[in-house]
């Protein structure tokens, strides 16, 4: 009969999502040792020289022999990636988020003392390594590592390497991991923030000026969204996370701000999807003396000198394909798109009770309370999947544009626009509303939908319509997402790709 010991009872007690394995373990053993020996576990600071990326860039062409006459010395840290044993000596790699760098550690040259503590650490250990450069026989870039000094212990052994990490939510949940298995992710990011910084570069070189609304605020509004809701204990009230800053940036340019611009976060109680996240990133910019026709240029100008910057050209790869960035972009009416597309005649896309009837039996699950949302449902049907190239479609009605000026060739249509690329809408921007008494009516219009069901309708906000009735210039605003805008220069399908830390379900415990 097997002897069941005490610590395998005490073991099968734990949550199989707390146990330990023998890999784990063994690395806070081998934790215990390095500290037992002396050495600082968790370290303060540690002095470098360089980064592996600038290392690597700067000597992979280099030949060995100019190596060795410019006697280059390197004091660089990194995680290691990979280790190869041959007795007393020892290869190994450590990686930063870009490149992989392989240091050569011999026991005579190092030492023994040092040469034995290197078999404490593991894989997935951060250490900074001092030695001079050289090319192995097949050319290697390689550290002789004179010295080495402990910085972390990886207490847990990384996903196996030649599969790395391929569960995609555990990729989002634990992004740390995403990044260290998956360099070319952290490149995501890289264009991510060249994007945003450029977009600043972009609009301050124009006589913009950035600034800052609340992301807290008593009426939710610039947007027909859904808003997340919250309570303040010490005013007592009720407040909404910004679905939009739109409402307060036009405010500023009632007070005189006449180019302003805010890349905000934004929140919307709405689904998730690969286009969707509660939480996203958005560019909003607004210019006296403007309308959507100047908004649609300054667009063009904008997503196109990115794409340059970061792509190098004017065409940009997609999902197997390759947009066009080539200027000037098309515009075209939504109800001629739709004609286009759907089959429709223009006769029966201006047939109010016609098209609602047809988009409720293609959208059931769908609450339709205007003829703006049926259009809306055909078009995200018909059209909107099947646009590579950017396009502008413009003219959208009236009735779902209530921040709009409607257009003199139809009253019933709004001077709107939503760019659409990719098979996704990137921006959305328009000549906007700048009389108080319609804008006052607009409002009371949609919070008539609000009481039908619609809760995505805007409220009645009496303190915009005042900033209004002290003059609000003709304008034109504009909203591009960052989020979605960096999927398409990245070529990345999912919204969750290009967020650090997308929203997801709270994991369930067994």
């Not at 020289?49 to 860039?57: A, C, E, L, Q």
């Amino acid at each position: 009969m097997t002897e069941v010991k005490d610590s395998d009872r005490m073991r099968d007690t734990i949550p199989p999502e707390t146990r330990k394995s023998d890999q784990e373990i063994v690395r806070e053993e081998n934790l215990k040792n390095l500290a037992a020996q002396g050495v600082d576990v968790f370290p303060h600071r540690v002095d470098v020289t360089d980064r592996i990326h600038s290392i690597v860039s700067r000597c992979r062409d280099m030949s060995a022999e100019a190596l060795q006459a410019d006697e280059v010395r390197v004091k660089v840290p990194g995680r290691i990636v990979a280790v190869r044993k041959m007795g007393r000596a020892t290869f190994f790699h450590i990686a930063d988020s870009r490149e992989k760098l392989q240091v050569y550690i011999r026991e005579d040259k190092i030492g023994k003392d040092l040469y034995q503590r290197f078999t404490l650490l593991d894989i997935g250990d951060i250490l900074s390594v001092e030695g001079p450069l050289f090319k192995t026989r097949t050319g290697e870039l390689t550290v002789m590592a004179e010295s080495y000094t402990f910085l972390a212990k990886c207490l847990h052994p990384l996903p196996e390497k030649w599969h790395g990490l391929q569960d995609v939510e555990l990729r989002y949940r634990r992004r740390y991991l995403d990044l260290i298995m998956n360099p070319e992710q952290a490149e995501v990011f890289r264009v991510r923030s060249t994007v945003i910084r450029q977009t600043r570069r972009f609009f301050d070189e124009r006589g913009y000026i950035e600034v800052e609304t609340p992301m807290m605020q008593a009426l939710p509004g610039g947007a027909l969204a859904r808003p997340f809701k919250t309570f303040h204990n010490a005013l007592g009230i009720d407040l909404y996370l910004r679905i939009a800053p739109e409402l307060y940036l036009k405010r500023l340019v009632v007070g005189g701000l006449e180019r302003v611009y805010e890349i905000n976060r934004s929140f919307r109680n709405e689904g998730i999807s690969t286009e969707h996240n509660p939480e996203f990133t958005m560019l909003e910019f607004y210019q006296a003396y403007a309308d959507y026709n100047d908004m649609m240029n300054l667009t063009e100008e904008l997503i196109t000198g990115l794409a340059e910057t970061i792509v190098g050209k004017e065409k940009i790869p997609w999902q197997e394909k390759e947009i066009s960035l080539q200027r000037p972009w098309k515009r075209i009416k939504l109800l001629d798109a739709l004609a286009e597309s759907s089959g429709l005649s223009r006769e029966r896309l201006e047939n109010r009770e016609e098209i609602i009837a047809l988009a409720s039996d293609l959208a059931p699950d769908k609450t339709l309370l205007s003829y703006g949302n049926a259009l809306d449902v055909l078009f995200d049907k018909y059209v909107k999947p099947n646009i590579l190239h950017p396009t502008f479609i413009t003219h959208l009605p009236k009735e779902v544009s209530p921040l709009a000026k409607a257009s003199p060739e139809n009253p019933e249509e709004a001077e709107r626009f939503e760019l659409m690329m990719g098979g996704m809408e990137i921006a959305n921007g328009f000549s906007e509303l700048t009389d108080p008494v319609e804008q006052r009516l607009r409002f009371e219009q949609q919070a008539e939908e609000r009481k039908k069901g619609d809760e995505e309708s805007h409220v009645v906000d009496m303190d915009y319509v005042q900033a209004l009735e002290y003059g609000l210039p003709p304008t034109g605003g504009d909203g591009i997402g960052i989020d979605r805008l960096v999927m398409l220069l990245t070529d990345r399908r999912s919204i969750r790709e290009v967020i650090l830390f997308p929203l997801l379900r709270p994991k369930q415990e067994v």
